[in-house]
């Protein structure tokens, strides 16, 4: 998959979970969202694994974006200060 072509669907995904945010956010807060952008589907799991496997499932040949629902991203890496 070239740059664009990733970026692209980084952004319709990331705009197809603006739309539903706040509802997704009320009922799953803390879980993970795997979003397939052509298709507009989208799967939720306790965890990013299960979120993804449906995902795959249903869509085997189709990149998703995956977020913790509520996160800017769906892992956080770093050091706390203290």
Same mark, same amino acid.
């Given at each position: 998959?070239?740059? $664009?072509?990733?970026? +692209?669907? *980084? =952004? ?6 603006? =739309? ?7 009922e799953?807060?803390?879980?993970? *969202?795997?979003i397939? /952008?052509? =298709? ?6 306790? +965890?990013?694994? =299960?979120?993804v496997t449906?995902?795959?499932? $249903? &869509? /085997?040949?189709?990149v ?6 509520g996160h800017?991203?769906?892992f &956080? ?6």
């Amino acid at each position: 998959m070239l740059a $664009s072509e990733r970026r +692209s669907l *980084v =952004s319709k995904a990331k705009t197809l979970y603006e =739309s539903m945010r706040l509802r997704l956010e009320k009922e799953f807060g803390g879980q993970f *969202v795997a979003i397939e /952008p052509e =298709s507009q589907d989208f799967f939720i799991g306790q +965890s990013f694994d =299960s979120a993804v496997t449906a995902a795959r499932t $249903s &869509h /085997p040949n189709r990149v998703t974006y995956t977020i913790r629902i509520g996160h800017q991203a769906a892992f &956080h890496i770093g050091l706390m200060e203290q």
